[in-house]
Structures are given as C-alpha cells and as structure tokens.
C-alpha cells in the first residue's frame, strides 16, 4: 500500500514537466513519421492543394499583379515642333512603356488625364528648344496619374533614360558640349516614384515565402485538430508517445513536401517569369530549410491550441495578415514605421524575403544570408519550446 | 520496486474525483483489480466509467483522490503505466485511412517493439486477416475493428487491459469469441478491467463493480452483489403480465418489476409483504420464488441511485 501523496503545487509542475519531456524514442518519433507520410499519400485534396496552390497563386500574384505594366497611355503636349522635339517624341513612341497620342494643348491633355485616358502627360514648353541650346536646361514637364502609384513607377523611370539617351544622341558635333552633366534638360515629374520600384523579379521571389507560409502553417496547423476530432489523439495519448516526438513526427513529412514546393515555385519562376537564380543555392536551400521548420512550427502551435480544424484554420490566417503585410512583401520594409518594422523582425518570412531576394537576384552567398538564418532558427526552437508547453498531455 | 511490483494489485485506486465544469462526474470512486482478475466496470450511460478508466491510464488527471496502476503512482508515473496498459477506447480510436498492417505497424513503434514484425504479423494471423491485412481500417465493419482495436492494444504484450464498451454493436458470436480471448489472457495472468452493458458478460467476470452519477454504488462478485442488495424475487409466469406488472410498480412491499421475457421478476425488501402484494393480484398466475439475479440487482442499485443523487431539477 503506498500512502496518500499530498500534491504541492511546485511538485506538480515539476512532474508535469518530467511528463512532457520523457527521453525522446527514435523508433516512436519514426513511427509518427511513417504514419504521416502515408496518411498524406491517401489524402488527395491535400495533395492537390500541394501543388496546386503554389502554381495557382504564382500565376496569380505573378501575371495579375503587374507592377510594371507597359504601354500606358501618354498625352505629349508639344509647345514647339524642332528637331529636338521630335527626336524626344519619337523615342517616347520607341519605348515600350507609353503609348504617346499628341495633344494641343493644356487644357485637352488634362482632361484625358482626368478621365484617365491618359496615365501621362508629357509637355515640352514652346522656347525649349532654343534655351536647351543655350545651356539653360529647361525642364520637361510630366505629371502622372498618381492614384495607382506602383503602376508609374517603372514608366517613370524609362521617361529619364528616354530623355537622357536623346539628349546623348542629338546634341553631337557642335552641340556635344551640352552633353555630360548635369543633363542638358530637367525632368521635373509631379510625384514621388516608388522607390523600391516594384518588378516581376521582386514579386514572385515574394511569392515564394508566402505560398510556403500559407501552405505549410496549413499543413500542420490541421495536423493535430484533426487528431483530436477524428478520436485518434485519445489513441495517441494513452501510447508512451511524447508531445516533442508527435510534434517533429508530424513536422518532417511536410518539411519534404514544402521542399517539393520550393522546387515548383523555382521552375517556374524561371519559365514564366525569367526570374534569375545568381547566388550561393546551398546557402538559398539552408534558409529555406529553416524557413519550413519555422513555419511548420507555427502550424504545430497553433494546431495544439485551437479546438478542433475550423479554429486552426482561422489562426492561420490570423498568423498570415501580418506576414503579408510586414514581412516586406506588400510594402516597402524601410518604409515602415518602427512598431511595424519590429514585429517584421520577428517574422521568419521577412528574413526569408531577404534570403531569397538576396540569393536570387543579387547572387548572394553564405557571408549576405546567414544573418537572416539564426533569427528563423530562434523563432522555431521559441515557437516548438511553446508548442510542446500548450501541448495537452490528458483529454482534461 | 520492480521485484514486488508484481505482488501489488493491477489497480487500486482511492477517492477519486473528477469535475468536469462544475459537474461531478466521477465522485470519490475507489477500486481494486487484482492481478490476473476480470473487473466489469457496470452502469448506466453517463455514470462515469469512460472517466474513471481515463482516470486510472492518466488520460486525464483526478481532481482529488490518489492510488496505483500496476505498483505505478497514476499522478506521478503515467508514462510506466501507458507504457504497461493496453487500452481500448469506446469509440474505435485507429486510424481509419491507415491499412490494418499499418495500424499495427505505428502501434508498435510507438511502445518501441524490438521484434515489430514478427508481432505485426503475429496479430495479423490471430485476428484472421491475413489476406486483407492491406484493407483500410476505415472499411472494416463495427466487428472487425474492436477486433483490430482489441488486437492493437494487445500487441505490446501490457499487463493490464482497459477495455471501454468493447463490444457495443458486436455479433454474439464475435462477443462470445471476445470473451473466450479475455479469459485465456487473464489465465496469462494479464489483468482486466472492462466496462460493459451485457448482463451476460458481467456474469462471465470475476468481480464486478457498479457506478452510478459518479458514485461508485457496488463492488464484488455477481452473487456477492445480488445478495447484498437484501432481495426477495419472485418470478410470476403467465398471460397479461405487462398489466400485472403496471398494478404492481406502487404496490406495498415491492420495489420493483423486471420483464425477462416470458417471466416477470417482482423484488421487495420483506419477503411477506412481496408475496402478499403479489398474491392479491396475480391470482390466476403462477408464482415461483427464485434467486435475485444480477440484473434485478443492478436495477435496483439504479433505482437507489436515482432516488439519492438525481438533481433536483
């Protein structure tokens, strides 16, 4: 007969402990793995929302949100019709970023902007020529259609390499003196561009850590609720199975798959959108491997807080509003203010951002990636450390 | 520890209570399963003995009350005791898009079996299965799973098994079959606990325990429980005996009435008054005193119960 035990507080949370951390099994943790592999393979819809997703929101992302588009309508208001001119509108005309419709005066010009028939409006004073020739630097004029600020940005800056390269070309001979710098006319635009300049080469690299993030937080964020609502965790807690050993079980099947996913998204990348891959891959395949972790681990947590998969399911998307949206992916990450720029630090998707960007079109290497590779591995060791910790060990 | 661990009962639990949201479900129930013993674990649906067997595995943790599984502290030593118990939930627990070989496969694992496949097929060739040992667990029929679920909780050899309702919803045949299994093993010297709603069953256990709202209402054998409830029966036979039954649920001196059948079973605490009662209205029946079984026992525990926990509402 062993005599009553009286449960002081401390004894139990240090029991409780010993509980949740018995020596971790290989074989079970193997056990778990297997498991989940081939419950993966039988689920189709899973499956199809592995590859399709990724495909899917890539071409998405990639083709509907153009952040460059060319060809904008552009109204040229000519105050003079010199050689100048003409060479300043035909290299408009050459460029493929304005579609240039000649108009005669101010008035018409911003009208069609108003009515958004024109994006642009490009007007050369009368006496431009004359004062250019003079060494006046007289300025060229353009206003733009700022209510889709990322759609100018790239339009803008051809419009300084058109005038730049028709300066260059025209004033030869006698006239090369006006070359060089400062340029022998202004470009006076009435907005501010988008600094960070937004391209298919910066957006499907973006794309990358946010399909991983949505797919993977997913992924497991069902994992563990749909133990509980299928009965089957009753199963699992009454085995010697650990939280840490059912956790990294269900964690590394999925590490594959998201690597599966990072290899669609790559190819096509490269065969929609001609994105590059210059840098360092081992270094690149490094941060992704502890991108995945990261994220998984996310999923792991949440999946053992919520209640059944609806709840998870609404965690994960409580999770991917602020790694959409300060991770450096939609806006500008210097652009930020500092509360916003603090909580993207600690986002495991705003130092892969940097990674991937980095890696694929800067042709970064380890020295450039590994500090964004310690900040992702403290937030999964963090995040598992809490997971296992909410990790319920009785049905109480 | 381990050297006279053997010597200690499989369970022997104390005072155990468990709330659930301000609901007492399990209250102060304390038992004792010797090694090598058949427990039932009998009560009506809700009275507690899916929580008190989760109790007793560390599947959730008392709120109060204390005691061992298999010489194992359940507060303190849960992983011993999962590591040594077989359980077999209520509702099947298995993975329903994992083959039967599969299941049996993770299972082992998870207890860390040295020789897993030679276990795996093992249980594969005693349950039968062995040409659709490939089949999914989630197209067997009620039958084949509690017979997977029972052969998978099996299958680390524990020296204790949990059985929650294990044959709710199973062919008679199959149940007989179940039972004949559970007596070899106890033979083995492997202890059983197993909840229950078939009298039959309960009488084919050694001991039995009896809950009610929580409480635990009776503990020993079929006889020991019958005869304590201090029951005179007598056993009415002939034609109209719904009606006679109806005239006799308030008469003096009867407690209750039972249908088995063709048989009414009349039981009252005073022998003459019972008969009496009986004999004014039964005249034309024939009237044999018998034993009090144990479903006239049970009823009765049931009807006391009722009468001396039910909230009033």
Same mark, same amino acid.
């Given at each position: 007969?062993?005599?009553?035990?009286?449960?002081?507080?401390?004894?139990?949370?240090?029991?409780?402990?010993?509980?949740?951390?018995?020596?971790?099994?290989?074989?079970?943790?193997?056990?778990?793995?297997?498991?989940?592999?081939?419950?993966?393979?039988?689920?189709?819809?899973?499956?199809?929302?592995?590859?399709?997703?990724?495909?899917?929101?890539?071409?998405?992302?990639?083709?509907?949100?153009?952040?460059?588009?060319?060809?904008?309508?552009?109204?040229?208001?000519?105050?003079?019709?010199?050689?100048?001119?003409?060479?300043?509108?035909?290299?408009?005309?050459?460029?493929?970023?304005?579609?240039?419709?000649?108009?005669?005066?101010?008035?018409?010009?911003?009208?069609?902007?108003?009515?958004?028939?024109?994006?642009?409006?490009?007007?050369?004073?009368?006496?431009?020529?004359?004062?250019?020739?003079?060494?006046?630097?007289?300025?060229?004029?353009?206003?733009?259609?700022?209510?889709?600020?990322?759609?100018?940005?790239?339009?803008?800056?051809?419009?300084?390499?058109?005038?730049?390269?028709?300066?260059?070309?025209?004033?030869?001979?006698?006239?090369?003196?006006?070359?060089?710098?400062?340029?022998?006319?202004?470009?006076?635009?009435?907005?501010?561009?988008?600094?960070?300049?937004?391209?298919?080469?910066?957006?499907?690299?973006?794309?990358?850590?946010?399909?991983?993030?949505?797919?993977?937080?997913?992924?497991?964020?069902?994992?563990?609720?749909?133990?509980?609502?299928?009965?089957?965790?009753?199963?699992?807690?009454?085995?010697?199975?650990?939280?840490?050993?059912?956790?990294?079980?269900?964690?590394?099947?999925?590490?594959?798959?998201?690597?599966?996913?990072?290899?669609?998204?790559?190819?096509?990348?490269?065969?929609?959108?001609?994105?590059?891959?210059?840098?360092?891959?081992?270094?690149?395949?490094?941060?992704?491997?502890?991108?995945?972790?990261?994220?998984?681990?996310?999923?792991?947590?949440?999946?053992?807080?919520?209640?059944?998969?609806?709840?998870?399911?609404?965690?994960?998307?409580?999770?991917?509003?602020?790694?959409?949206?300060?991770?450096?992916?939609?806006?500008?990450?210097?652009?930020?203010?500092?509360?916003?720029?603090?909580?993207?630090?600690?986002?495991?998707?705003?130092?892969?951002?940097?990674?991937?960007?980095?890696?694929?079109?800067?042709?970064?290497?380890?020295?450039?990636?590994?500090?964004?590779?310690?900040?992702?591995?403290?937030?999964?060791?963090?995040?598992?450390?809490?997971?296992?910790?909410?990790?319920?060990?009785?049905?109480? | 520890?381990?050297?006279?661990?053997?010597?200690?009962?499989?369970?022997?639990?104390?005072?155990?209570?468990?709330?659930?949201?301000?609901?007492?479900?399990?209250?102060?129930?304390?038992?004792?399963?010797?090694?090598?013993?058949?427990?039932?674990?009998?009560?009506?649906?809700?009275?507690?003995?899916?929580?008190?067997?989760?109790?007793?595995?560390?599947?959730?943790?008392?709120?109060?009350?204390?005691?061992?599984?298999?010489?194992?502290?359940?507060?303190?030593?849960?992983?011993?005791?999962?590591?040594?118990?077989?359980?077999?939930?209520?509702?099947?627990?298995?993975?329903?898009?994992?083959?039967?070989?599969?299941?049996?496969?993770?299972?082992?694992?998870?207890?860390?079996?040295?020789?897993?496949?030679?276990?795996?097929?093992?249980?594969?060739?005693?349950?039968?299965?062995?040409?659709? #040992?490939?089949?999914?667990? =989630?197209? $067997?029929?009620?039958?084949?799973?509690? @017979?997977?679920?029972? !052969? +998978?909780?099996? %299958? &680390?050899?524990?020296?204790?098994?949990?059985?929650?309702?294990?044959?709710?919803?199973?062919?008679?045949?199959?149940?007989?079959?179940?039972?004949?299994?559970?007596?070899?093993?106890?033979?083995?010297?492997?202890?059983?606990?197993?909840?229950?709603?078939?009298?039959?069953?309960?009488?084919?256990?050694?001991?039995? #325990?009896?809950?009610?709202? =929580?409480? $635990?209402?009776?503990?020993?054998?079929? @006889?020991?429980?019958? !005869? +304590?409830?201090? %029951? &005179?029966?007598?056993?009415?036979?002939?034609?109209?005996?719904?009606?006679?039954?109806?005239?006799?649920?308030?008469?003096?001196?009867?407690?209750?009435?039972?249908?088995?059948?063709?048989?009414?079973?009349?039981?009252?605490?005073?022998?003459?008054?019972?008969?009496?009662?009986?004999?004014?209205?039964?005249?034309?029946?024939?009237?044999?005193?018998?034993?009090?079984?144990?479903?006239?026992?049970?009823?009765?525990?049931?009807?006391?119960?009722?009468?001396?926990?039910?909230?009033?509402?």
């Amino acid at each position: 007969m062993t005599p009553a035990t009286p449960r002081s507080s401390t004894f139990t949370a240090l029991s409780r402990w010993k509980v949740l951390t018995p020596h971790f099994s290989f074989s079970r943790w193997w056990g778990m793995v297997i498991k989940e592999l081939l419950q993966l393979k039988r689920d189709r819809l899973t499956f199809a929302m592995i590859v399709g997703i990724p495909i899917m929101q890539l071409v998405l992302f990639g083709y509907a949100i153009n952040s460059d588009p060319k060809r904008l309508p552009t109204a040229l208001v000519l105050g003079e019709s010199t050689f100048l001119t003409r060479s300043l509108e035909a290299a408009l005309r050459h460029s493929d970023y304005f579609r240039v419709f000649a108009v005669t005066d101010e008035a018409g010009a911003r009208q069609a902007l108003a009515l958004g028939e024109a994006q642009f409006v490009v007007s050369i004073p009368a006496d431009f020529t004359r004062r250019a020739l003079r060494g006046e630097r007289p300025a060229l004029l353009v206003e733009a259609d700022a209510t889709d600020p990322t759609a100018t940005a790239g339009a803008l800056a051809a419009l300084s390499g058109v005038v730049a390269s028709t300066a260059e070309r025209e004033f030869t001979g006698p006239l090369a003196r006006l070359r060089g710098v400062p340029e022998p006319f202004a470009v006076i635009t009435h907005r501010l561009y988008n600094p960070e300049g937004l391209t298919h080469y910066n957006i499907v690299p973006g794309l990358l850590g946010v399909i991983l993030t949505l797919t993977t937080v997913m992924m497991t964020g069902l994992a563990i609720t749909r133990e509980r609502e299928r009965g089957t965790m009753e199963n699992l807690l009454a085995s010697p199975v650990s939280p840490l050993e059912i956790m990294c079980g269900k964690i590394v099947p999925y590490v594959l798959i998201a690597h599966i996913q990072v290899g669609i998204i790559l190819l096509f990348a490269r065969l929609l959108f001609r994105v590059p891959f210059a840098g360092d891959a081992v270094a690149f395949y490094a941060g992704a491997l502890l991108f995945i972790t990261a994220n998984l681990g996310v999923g792991v947590t949440l999946s053992s807080l919520a209640k059944n998969q609806l709840q998870a399911l609404q965690l994960t998307v409580f999770y991917f509003m602020p790694n959409i949206l300060l991770s450096g992916f939609m806006f500008p990450f210097a652009g930020m203010p500092a509360w916003a720029r603090a909580i993207g630090e600690v986002l495991p998707l705003t130092h892969f951002n940097r990674v991937v960007r980095g890696v694929l079109l800067k042709g970064n290497g380890w020295p450039e990636v590994w500090p964004h590779l310690w900040p992702m591995g403290l937030f999964f060791l963090i995040v598992l450390t809490l997971a296992v910790r909410f990790f319920k060990r009785t049905l109480d | 520890m381990s050297a006279d661990r053997g010597a200690t009962p499989a369970i022997d639990v104390r005072d155990l209570t468990k709330h659930f949201g301000g609901r007492k479900v399990v209250d102060k129930v304390s038992l004792r399963v010797e090694r090598g013993e058949i427990h039932g674990f009998l009560g009506p649906n809700g009275s507690g003995k899916t929580t008190s067997i989760r109790l007793m595995c560390g599947l959730l943790t008392p709120d109060s009350g204390s005691g061992t599984c298999l010489g194992f502290d359940i507060l303190k030593e849960s992983a011993a005791i999962k590591r040594r118990v077989g359980y077999m939930t209520q509702k099947f627990s298995f993975w329903e898009d994992l083959s039967i070989r599969e299941n049996l496969a993770f299972t082992a694992r998870l207890y860390g079996m040295k020789n897993r496949n030679q276990a795996v097929e093992a249980a594969i060739e005693n349950l039968g299965l062995a040409g659709r #040992a490939d089949q999914l667990a =989630g197209s $067997l029929s009620g039958g084949w799973k509690q @017979r997977l679920a029972l !052969a +998978a909780c099996m %299958l &680390h050899e524990p020296e204790l098994l949990l059985l929650d309702e294990p044959t709710a919803g199973v062919d008679p045949t199959a149940r007989r079959d179940f039972w004949d299994e559970l007596h070899k093993l106890a033979a083995r010297g492997i202890s059983v606990l197993v909840s229950t709603h078939y009298m039959d069953e309960a009488e084919r256990c050694h001991k039995l #325990a009896y809950i009610a709202y =929580g409480r $635990l209402m009776a503990t020993g054998t079929a @006889r020991e429980i019958a !005869a +304590a409830q201090g %029951l &005179h029966t007598l056993a009415v036979h002939g034609t109209g005996l719904s009606a006679l039954a109806e005239a006799l649920q308030n008469a003096p001196g009867v407690s209750q009435t039972v249908m088995f059948g063709a048989e009414l079973h009349v039981s009252g605490q005073d022998r003459d008054a019972l008969l009496s009662a009986v004999r004014k209205v039964a005249d034309a029946h024939e009237i044999v005193e018998t034993e009090t079984g144990l479903e006239d026992a049970f009823i009765h525990l049931m009807n006391q119960a009722q009468d001396n926990f039910k909230a009033p509402s």
